[in-house]
């Protein structure tokens, strides 16, 4: 129901034009979270790295239903993200480590499965929310109560309650793994002085710091530069872009030469088939927020569309890339190859409904044609994602 209620709250406190910024940076912040949560769920357990993403997300939700600023609500979604791309991160270390290679596509998308309920029901839902105390007073529609509090403030206690049962099936099986001598329980007898050292050479703490502060300056600068008054010339936006070149340059030195543990080993940085994937998602990340920014707002206003028929069209990616990636998934399964559906089937017709939105993102164009684009991303997604 995000999707569909972020433009409520930007407008709630008149600040409509930053809904994209913030879905941005929100997202940037929390997939950057999953590079320290790697090596957190390596060190620490799949149990413990968990329960923290479920803590971040559950603040995050308390935060946005008790927001009374653009700023605290921007600091929660951040906290959400955070935990949401983090719990979704662990569920995903989980199947690789339950399936085996050539089943995992297929795996993925049982992961996935859910979607294709909950995209349903999450449209008439936000609209029951969204009328919770509204009536008519003098002629005019007033409410109670602002209703997309009530949506956060009841996932901040639904979430942590239907986390337990799957936290307790981590620690079980962790427990388990402990007796049977898979994890080796050491008591190091070290003081509180060489804890702090010894993690911060595990963690790779300079080397995170270096990755996480330069993709955070490189791409930051991309969602702000519209509010400088000279945009792009901006000494600001330009230094932060040199800064963050600066800083993914010293973190792959830092890897080379400097780490006594690699956050990621060197070799994997020169890797053709590792840069490819990395290049192809971050295609793939650009050409969905090319378009997706305003999209929930446009729906609402330009064709007029109530909050349902907006939420049901914008999850059309999320129920067909999730039907289509079972059919990716046991493409792959049977084959063994993935190379090809990527790059002569998704990548390009990822390409394809990208740009065909933003020709059709028109105010007279028929509803017709921007469902047409949703459909070919997503047999694009589908295939991307798996």
């Not at 790779?204 to 490189?218: E, K, M, P, Q, Y």
Request: net charge positive; aromatic share 14%.
């Amino acid at each position: 129901m995000g999707f569909t209620l972020a433009p409520q709250v930007t407008s709630h406190f008149n600040i409509h034009s930053l809904t994209p910024a913030i879905g941005v940076m929100s997202s940037i912040i929390g997939g950057l979270t999953k590079l320290p949560l790697a090596k957190l769920i390596d060190i620490w357990g799949r149990p413990q790295g968990y329960m923290v993403m479920v803590g971040g997300l559950t603040l995050g939700l308390v935060l946005m239903a008790a927001s009374n600023s653009v700023e605290l609500y921007t600091a929660a979604q951040c906290f959400y993200w955070i935990g949401h791309n983090g719990t979704e991160y662990v569920f995903s270390v989980f199947v690789a480590d339950t399936s085996r290679l050539k089943s995992r596509g297929l795996m993925f998308a049982f992961l996935a499965s859910p979607f294709i309920i909950t995209s349903w029901i999450a449209g008439p839902l936000a609209t029951a929310y969204l009328h919770i105390g509204t009536g008519i007073k003098d002629g005019k529609i007033v409410s109670a109560f602002i209703g997309w509090r009530w949506v956060y403030g009841t996932f901040a206690i639904i979430t942590p309650v239907v986390a337990l049962p799957l936290f307790a099936l981590f620690q079980w099986n962790y427990k388990k793994a402990i007796k049977a001598g898979l994890i080796p329980v050491n008591k190091t007898g070290r003081t509180r002085a060489q804890s702090f050292e010894h993690y911060v050479i595990q963690f790779d703490a300079i080397g995170l710091f270096l990755i996480v502060s330069g993709i955070g300056l490189l791409l930051l600068p991309f969602n702000i530069w519209s509010y400088q008054q000279e945009k792009f010339a901006s000494p600001m936006i330009s230094c932060m872009i040199g800064l963050g070149i600066l800083l993914l340059i010293a973190f792959a030195m830092w890897e080379r030469f400097g780490a006594q543990v690699t956050f990621i080993p060197f070799h994997l940085l020169r890797d053709r088939t590792v840069l490819g994937a990395n290049l192809l998602a971050a295609v793939a990340f650009f050409g969905f927020y090319m378009w997706n920014g305003q999209f929930a707002s446009f729906l609402q206003v330009v064709p007029d569309l109530t909050i349902t028929e907006t939420t049901y069209i914008g999850n059309i990616y999320s129920i067909g890339a999730c039907l289509w990636s079972f059919a990716a998934g046991i493409l792959i399964a049977r084959t063994g190859r993935f190379k090809a559906q990527a790059l002569y089937f998704g990548a390009p017709v990822t390409l394809l409904g990208a740009g065909l939105m933003v020709h059709f993102r028109q105010p007279d164009v028929n509803i017709g044609y921007i469902v047409m684009c949703q459909i070919f991303i997503v047999f694009a997604g589908g295939t991307l994602v798996r």
